[in-house]
């Protein structure tokens, strides 16, 4: 049983489950068929859709809000890096009665995702869910998200004990602004009673039908005497939609409410470790997909009333569309969404949202009788980049605006003949990493909807990195201890003897192979006209000539600015050669040395970069 300190995997109590091998299809959706009475055709499509209902979790707390761990530690687990789930929380392991912190972002990526209504997991009377409802009704509230009712299976409940269930809810909470009754439904409140098949005799239910809609969890029509429609919550079951059809077309002719349940995926390993449950996985959202192309299909029963989804945040059951972290803490074995409708890195932490709002938009659109959304969205305004640091840039624009709703942007880093997408966000600012230092970037910025139509692009903008860490161009010598790289070296005379200022050490390649080359990084793109190049000043270093070119970039190819010649480093004259040449605006230095009388190898004790 799972009780609101210790959750059983559901799938335990829904009977045998075959193994599914999904093909990574999506199915083409026909709309004929009977349909739930629908509001007027051609009805515009919300922006939440309170038809589209949400499996929403309270039972998680940590010591720092509730005092202790909650269901965290589910599996034996260790929180809050070592949790009871196969993915682990972008917020890490919150506490749901962090309202303004975790709760109030739940709430704005519910209405990301295009959901009107949750379904709030209760657990009785002054358990710890319930306790925490009326914030999390306060919160919901703020975002235009509605909450129903998951009435759980707690200890000793019973058909008389639902029904004062009940009236405790309507009571306690049917005077918030968040609470939700059904418009088209006689303005009734929604309970589902999750495992309902464990209780033979419901007729208790009605004392409250009248006034509520209570949905039992099964196919079986012999089973849901006495309540006012059918639910499934199994997120495996989903992907072949086994009785939909008959409970679909039962429900159409006794008026009932058809809520068929989708899902994401289902792994729960970590939760219940050496379980034996099938799982299911998220082929890159293609599951997700395809279960809900069943619950639409006419020829699994058409449009239902309602379509719940298995879940907001079930994490012990990996069937979460909250925002999984791509960079989970490492070593625990930790799946992340990465690949999900092509997105990867931190893009595909919401890859779920954005394709449950797309998937409520087009329910939506097909239960008032409209027409699938084509209009794009309009370009995003005023395009601006500025420099964050020395490996990364801000891009930041006003709001794209769009018929039903803009869902997120796409942001490009122009390439040459393709454009690199480097990120997407739902906000209207995106900062791009890994960049390379003093470097010029351009930029723009798609808007994309619901139904996946993209913006004409953005203005293009163009911005600078900074500097790496520490480094500043400087005056004098630009190449004193800035970053040096060299071809090879020998021993432990490395290339940043070079740049260190001490004249006795020295960067000395690999013997006896050539060419050699050693590179320094001035950070950034300045003028240089002359070099000195040093080998120590002892006149043990007899004199040698190295044979040498000097080369330079900005950024890309490295040019020639002085051809290969010989160059003599003569003790009597301290060991130094200095080159010159017309002064020119670069970044990156570069000595290319085939040849040396003196080694077998290139060596300097300083290599001095001067503007003139």
Same mark, same amino acid.
């Given at each position: 049983?799972?009780? %609101?300190?210790? %959750?059983?995997?559901?799938?335990?109590?829904?009977?045998?489950?075959?193994?599914?091998? +999904?093909?990574?299809?999506?199915?083409?959706?026909?709309?004929?068929?009977?349909?739930?009475?629908?509001?007027?055709?051609?009805? @515009?499509?919300?922006?939440?859709?309170?038809?589209?209902?949400?499996?929403?979790?309270?039972?998680?707390?940590?010591?720092?809000?509730?005092?202790?761990?909650?269901?965290?530690?589910?599996?034996?687990?260790?929180?809050?890096?070592?949790?009871?789930?196969?993915?682990?929380?972008?917020?890490?392991?919150?506490?749901?009665?962090?309202?303004?912190?975790?709760?109030?972002?739940?709430?704005?990526?519910?209405?990301?995702?295009?959901?009107?209504?949750?379904?709030?997991?209760?657990?009785?009377?002054? /358990?710890?869910?319930?306790?925490?409802?009326?914030?999390?009704?306060?919160?919901?509230?703020?975002?235009?998200?509605?909450?129903?009712?998951?009435?759980?299976?707690?200890?000793?409940?019973?058909?008389?004990?639902?029904?004062?269930?009940?009236?405790?809810?309507?009571?306690?909470?049917? $005077?918030?602004?968040?609470?939700?009754?059904?418009?088209?439904?006689?303005?009734?409140?929604?309970?589902?009673?999750?495992?309902?098949?464990?209780?033979?005799?419901?007729?208790?239910?009605?004392?409250?039908?009248?006034?509520?809609?209570?949905?039992?969890?099964?196919?079986?029509?012999?089973?849901?005497?006495?309540?006012?429609?059918?639910?499934?919550?199994?997120?495996?079951?989903?992907?072949?939609?086994?009785?939909?059809?008959?409970?679909?077309?039962?429900?159409?002719?006794?008026?009932?409410?058809?809520?068929?349940?989708?899902?994401?995926?289902?792994?729960?390993?970590?939760?219940?470790?050496?379980?034996?449950?099938?799982? +299911?996985?998220?082929?890159?959202?293609?599951?997700?997909?395809?279960?809900?192309?069943?619950?639409?299909?006419? @020829?699994?029963?058409?449009?239902?009333?309602?379509?719940?989804?298995?879940?907001?945040?079930?994490?012990?059951?990996?069937? $979460?569309?909250?925002?999984?972290?791509?960079?989970?803490?490492?070593?625990?074995?930790?799946?992340?969404?990465?690949?999900?409708?092509?997105?990867?890195?931190?893009?595909?932490?919401?890859?779920?949202?954005?394709?449950?709002?797309?998937?409520?938009?087009?329910?939506?659109?097909?239960?008032?009788?409209?027409?699938?959304?084509?209009?794009?969205?309009?370009?995003?305004?005023?395009?601006?980049?500025?420099?964050? /640091?020395?490996?990364?840039?801000?891009?930041?624009?006003?709001?794209?605006?769009?018929?039903?709703?803009?869902?997120?942007?796409?942001?490009?880093?122009?390439?040459?003949?393709?454009?690199?997408?480097?990120? /997407?966000?739902?906000?209207?600012?995106?900062?791009?990493?890994?960049?390379?230092?003093?470097?010029?970037?351009?930029?723009?910025?798609?808007?994309?909807?619901?139904?996946?139509?993209?913006?004409?692009? %953005?203005?293009?903008?163009? @911005?600078?990195?900074?500097?790496?860490?520490?480094?500043?161009?400087?005056?004098?010598?630009?190449?004193?201890?800035?970053?040096?790289?060299?071809? %090879?070296?020998?021993?432990?005379?490395?290339?940043?003897?070079?740049?260190?200022?001490?004249?006795?050490?020295?960067?000395?390649?690999?013997?006896?192979?050539?060419?050699?080359?050693?590179?320094?990084? +001035?950070?950034?793109?300045?003028?240089?006209?002359?070099?000195?190049?040093?080998?120590?000043?002892?006149?043990?270093?007899?004199?040698?000539?190295?044979?040498?070119?000097?080369?330079?970039?900005?950024?890309?190819?490295?040019?020639?600015?002085?051809?290969?010649?010989?160059?003599?480093?003569?003790?009597?004259?301290?060991?130094?050669?200095?080159?010159?040449?017309?002064?020119?605006?670069?970044?990156?230095?570069?000595?290319?040395?085939?040849?040396?009388?003196?080694?077998?190898?290139?060596?300097?004790?300083?290599?001095?970069?001067?503007?003139?």
């Amino acid at each position: 049983m799972k009780t %609101s300190d210790q %959750s059983v995997s559901r799938l335990r109590h829904t009977g045998r489950r075959a193994q599914i091998v +999904l093909a990574l299809l999506l199915v083409t959706l026909c709309w004929a068929g009977a349909q739930t009475p629908l509001p007027a055709r051609g009805a @515009a499509v919300p922006e939440q859709s309170s038809n589209v209902h949400l499996f929403y979790y309270s039972w998680y707390g940590n010591p720092q809000t509730s005092g202790e761990w909650r269901h965290w530690q589910q599996g034996g687990r260790t929180p809050p890096n070592d949790v009871g789930a196969d993915l682990y929380p972008s917020l890490g392991a919150y506490d749901s009665g962090d309202y303004a912190g975790a709760v109030t972002r739940h709430m704005q990526w519910i209405k990301q995702a295009g959901v009107g209504v949750i379904v709030y997991s209760w657990w009785g009377r002054d /358990s710890f869910e319930d306790r925490l409802t009326r914030g999390v009704m306060d919160a919901a509230a703020r975002y235009g998200v509605k909450v129903a009712w998951h009435l759980e299976p707690y200890e000793g409940r019973t058909a008389a004990s639902t029904v004062e269930d009940i009236r405790y809810i309507n009571t306690r909470y049917g $005077s918030h602004p968040a609470f939700y009754r059904d418009a088209e439904h006689g303005d009734r409140a929604a309970f589902y009673v999750f495992e309902s098949l464990r209780i033979t005799d419901w007729a208790a239910l009605g004392q409250v039908t009248a006034g509520n809609i209570v949905l039992a969890q099964t196919t079986d029509t012999s089973k849901i005497a006495h309540f006012s429609g059918m639910y499934t919550y199994d997120g495996i079951a989903g992907a072949t939609a086994p009785g939909w059809a008959n409970a679909s077309a039962y429900a159409k002719r006794n008026n009932l409410i058809w809520a068929p349940s989708v899902a994401p995926g289902y792994i729960d390993d970590r939760a219940v470790p050496g379980n034996t449950t099938p799982t +299911l996985g998220r082929a890159n959202g293609a599951t997700y997909d395809l279960e809900w192309s069943n619950a639409l299909d006419p @020829a699994k029963g058409g449009l239902p009333t309602w379509v719940s989804i298995t879940s907001f945040n079930e994490w012990h059951e990996g069937s $979460s569309i909250e925002p999984a972290d791509s960079t989970p803490p490492a070593g625990f074995g930790y799946q992340t969404f990465d690949g999900a409708y092509g997105r990867t890195g931190t893009a595909a932490e919401t890859a779920y949202l954005d394709r449950t709002k797309y998937w409520a938009t087009e329910f939506e659109t097909r239960r008032t009788g409209g027409t699938r959304d084509t209009q794009p969205p309009t370009a995003p305004g005023a395009a601006r980049a500025v420099p964050a /640091s020395g490996t990364s840039i801000t891009v930041g624009w006003t709001a794209a605006t769009d018929n039903v709703g803009v869902t997120g942007y796409d942001v490009y880093r122009e390439a040459g003949a393709t454009d690199v997408k480097v990120g /997407s966000t739902a906000g209207t600012s995106f900062t791009v990493t890994g960049l390379t230092p003093s470097t010029s970037y351009s930029f723009y910025v798609v808007a994309r909807d619901a139904a996946q139509n993209t913006s004409p692009p %953005s203005g293009t903008v163009t @911005a600078t990195t900074g500097p790496p860490p520490g480094c500043s161009p400087g005056t004098g010598d630009l190449a004193r201890n800035k970053v040096v790289s060299a071809s %090879s070296v020998t021993q432990n005379y490395v290339a940043a003897n070079a740049v260190d200022g001490d004249a006795n050490t020295y960067w000395e390649s690999a013997n006896h192979t050539f060419p050699q080359s050693i590179t320094v990084d +001035l950070c950034a793109q300045v003028s240089v006209g002359r070099l000195v190049l040093r080998l120590p000043p002892s006149a043990a270093w007899g004199t040698r000539t190295q044979t040498l070119s000097v080369q330079a970039s900005s950024g890309g190819d490295f040019e020639t600015v002085v051809p290969s010649r010989g160059h003599v480093f003569d003790p009597a004259t301290g060991n130094t050669v200095t080159i010159t040449f017309p002064a020119t605006a670069k970044r990156y230095v570069r000595l290319n040395i085939t040849g040396n009388t003196g080694w077998p190898a290139g060596q300097l004790s300083a290599f001095e970069v001067y503007s003139s």
